[in-house]
């Protein structure tokens, strides 16, 4: 039978069918083994990932702590406040100080220039070729202010205008600037707002609405009062294109970066700003600080600012650090996303060229430790003679900011008259200060809760005068001090030896159990001070004011001065802040606080300044002698042709009134009841009385010590003390087992 055409038998298909399956069973073998090696290849790379990840979160976190010691040494024994800000996540990369960083409201000077300029850039106030010619003095009513920079300057732009720092370009701007236009650019940087730091008690600072004068737009005046944080998280959204986050205190692996919001910068605008940035570094208000000398682009602002009601001055620096370009080609270095790092410097009692000598050799470090990372090298920190410090076995004496709590062993104290400086015993200090402060008194409870008083102003204070070699001048600038046989009990007597005795290692404490300011005055004449419409600032709870019930029957419950014509005049004449020329017309009290004390005070003449009420009689003491206005709680009225004062107390009047206190305890009171009284809110912090201040301060557990914001967040501890207050070792890192780093 033939076969038909295209039909195999059965037996010859078999040897095709069984080829067929051996392909496919090697098809599968090789696809598993490609599965396989791919599983292989992946997880390799994974774990490559993971490492490469998780060493360059080490190397971040190890850079951090070489920038916090470099702003902790920067910053040294001055009290102010220092924060290190990466500008494209929001991270806080070190602070130094975060009670004053992220609690404490300062007007910011000249420090709010760009931001005013990008106000009048955006109403059209200004533009970039906008041009005006400084006349080196500036007045507006009752405010004037002169310009420091050089005056053979021609007419400046708004980029010459914040390079110079020129308080007459911008206090004219302030003329024709809106204050809608104004506030509506403050508010979108968060100024006036909580910036949502994870730390407790942050505030939100000041900023006003329908009080607008020139001088707003050079930060003068309370119009608008910031923590360093708010204008450091301003700042990197002024320069990074934008983006306000929300600053964060983290490691680097537990880092994530959240925006609050975007804030619409034209190029333009931002490039004007920049630019003169980089002028007050190169050649403005910066300059001193030589900063434009580092191999990195650094730009900035200074600023320097009078305190609310005060006469003091503090210093803003805010620095930002970018990449030099490598060739032309490259992204420019003030391009938004070139900017790697933010520095800000506050300095207490400082002025803004000194804040950015404070920021150099934080910069200086972060420019050794990029050169160092760009050559594929680990860091290795530097003292500030260049030579190399181990982390953890190199000796280093570290200077400490006043605010965090450093022992004494001994304090040096300087002797004006004598111009000679002591080395005492703490102990003794205390000892010395209550016998020249109080001699007469003969109530024990009194006395101790003055011995409280200044043992905890010593303790907070120190480091004073550290500028000048010691730590406490023996005026009333810092607390008087009577020099004298301590160990005999000569010129001391046993009532003062028995009080410090008795109250060894109490201090005063806040509710956050930190030290308070404990101040202390003759006599409040009725009610105590409010620090913040006495000399400025932000006032704790515990120094706004309380009603004195007790003083006002005492030595200084009422006292009344005359000033003839021709005394008045010649004092006024010898400050320029109350020099009205060469008549002179009236005195007034324009305004008083709710403690009774002349907050404001008009005076009239050739022309017209308004002036503070401390600050009056501080001008009037001075020239005419401390015995006359003896507080600035006072009226004042005409008689012919003199001044009659009636005021009350004696001397600032803030905290512990003696006066008062020695009623109190003739009456039975005890001195922690007297201190209740005259520092609602606070307590006293009390020992067995066996151990000194020092051994208190040092007997707790690290974390209780030091700056325990939140769990996971960046301590430095003062480990171990040396004389003179100064701490020898600090301890920085992570408030978690096994993350400490002890810096000898």
Known sequence: ?????????????????????????????????????????????????????????????????????????????RRGAVIVLDPQTGRIRAVVNPEIAFTENYPLGSAIKPFTALAALRSGVIDEDSRTLCHEKYSHHAFQTTCSHPRDLPPLNPTEAIAYSCNYYFSTVGEHLKEEDFRSTLSEFGFGKQSGVNAGGESAGQ????????????GEGNYLQATPLQVANAYAALVNGGRLFTPRLAKPADFVSAVQTTVAIKDRDREVIVKGMR?????????????????????????????????????????????????????????????KLVVL??????????????????????????????????????????????LRSDPLTITASPSLRVPASV???????????????????????????????????????????????????????????????????????READLDSGAYVSPLVREAVDATRGETLQDDRNELADSYFSASCGGAT?????????????????????????????????????????????????????????????????????????????????????????????????????????????????????????????????????????????????????YFPSTHVGSTNGSKSAADLMWQKPARQQGLDIISGALQVVPQRALPYGRASAFYFGWNEPGRAVVFE
């Not at 002025?351 to 990029?370: L, N, S």
């Open 529 to 677: 001070a409010n620090l913040a419409t006495l000399w400025g600032g932000n006032a704790p709870a515990y120094l706004r004011g309380v009603p004195d019930e007790y003083c006002v029957s005492e030595a200084h419950g009422n006292w009344k001065d005359t000033l003839t014509y021709a005394q008045l005049l010649k004092a006024l004449q010898s400050d320029p802040r109350t020099n009205v020329g060469e008549r002179l017309v009236n005195v007034s009290v324009l305004r008083k606080d709710a403690t009774g004390r002349a907050e404001l005070i008009a005076v009239e003449g050739n022309r017209r300044v308004t002036v503070k009420g401390w600050d009056f009689k501080i001008v009037v003491g001075r020239a005419l002698g401390w015995h006359l206005l003896k507080s600035s709680r006072f009226e004042i009225s005409r008689s012919g042709s003199n001044f009659i004062f009636h005021g009350s107390g004696f001397g600032h009047g803030l905290g512990l009134c003696q006066e008062g206190a020695h009623v109190m305890a003739e009456r039975g009171e005890t001195y922690r009841q007297i201190l209740q009284k």
């Open 345 to 390: 410097v506050f300095l207490n009692r400082g002025h803004g060229f000194e804040a950015a000598e404070v920021a150099r050799p934080i910069f200086d470090e972060y420019a050794r430790i990029t050169e160092t990372e760009n050559q594929g090298a680990t860091p290795a920190l530097q003292s500030r003679d260049g030579s190399a410090i181990s």
């Open 207 to 218: 900023l006003q609405r329908g009080d607008w004068r020139p001088q707003n737009a050079i």
């Open 279 to 339: 002028g007050a570094v190169r050649y403005g208000s910066a300059e001193k600080a030589n900063l434009y000398s580092l191999p990195v682009y650094i730009f900035g602002k200074t600023g320097t600012a009078t305190e609310i009601d005060g006469f003091r001055t503090h210093g803003w620096f805010v620095g930002i650090a970018s990449q030099p370009a490598a060739h032309e080609a490259t992204e420019p270095e003030t391009a938004a996303g070139q900017m």
């Open 411 to 481: 304090v040096r104290v300087h002797l004006v008259r004598e111009n000679v400086t002591r080395t005492i015993a703490f102990e003794d200090y205390v000892r010395g200060v209550v016998a020249a402060e109080d001699s007469v008194e003969t109530e024990p409870e009194a006395l101790r809760a003055l011995a409280i008083a200044v043992r905890t102003f010593a303790l907070k204070n120190l480091g004073r005068h550290a500028r000048d070699g010691y730590d406490f001048c023996n005026s009333t600038h810092c607390e008087r001090y």
């Open 1 to 77: 039978m033939a076969e038909s055409a295209g039909i195999l038998p059965a037996d010859s298909l078999e040897p095709r069918r069984q080829a067929q399956g051996m392909n496919r069973a090697r098809l599968f073998l090789l696809t598993a083994l490609a599965l396989c090696a791919a599983v292989f290849v992946w997880s390799l790379t994974a774990g490559r990932r993971s490492t490469s990840s998780a060493s360059a979160s080490a190397n971040a976190d190890a850079v951090d702590q070489h920038l916090q010691r470099a702003a902790t040494l920067a910053l040294g024994d």
